[in-house]
């Protein structure tokens, strides 16, 4: 099982995510909101490196957090382990630069789609 992070675990993640200055095919669409799984990117190129998900899924809360008024998509959307989706969320780092990734999968009723955005340790949020 990969490590449940907390917050200074997420952050070091990130911050070293942030640091990364590498072209890389992982970049190439860009993921600074949640966007459905990039077509140019192979799923062996991308290993769990932790997950934010303290509960099992049923216990975990629907609300999202947005004290700035953004909403589900922006990319400016506080990155808040404590809220959904990022409760849901396991960390990804990219196998050739190490940029990190959130990724979750979101199950509709008919289906169900896999997830991704990238860590930007500016957006980490510590609400509860
Ligand atoms: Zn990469």
Redesign the pocket.
Known sequence: MPPLLDLPALLAIARRSSA?S?P????SKPLAGWEGWPVTLREA?LEQVGTLAALPREEATLDEYHPDGTSYWSIEAPIAPAFYPYNLCGVWA??????AYLRYNDDGAYHSESRIRALDPELISAAQ
Do not use: K, S
């Open positions: 990364v590498q890389c095919n992982c970049i190129q990219c196998r050739e630069c190490g940029r």
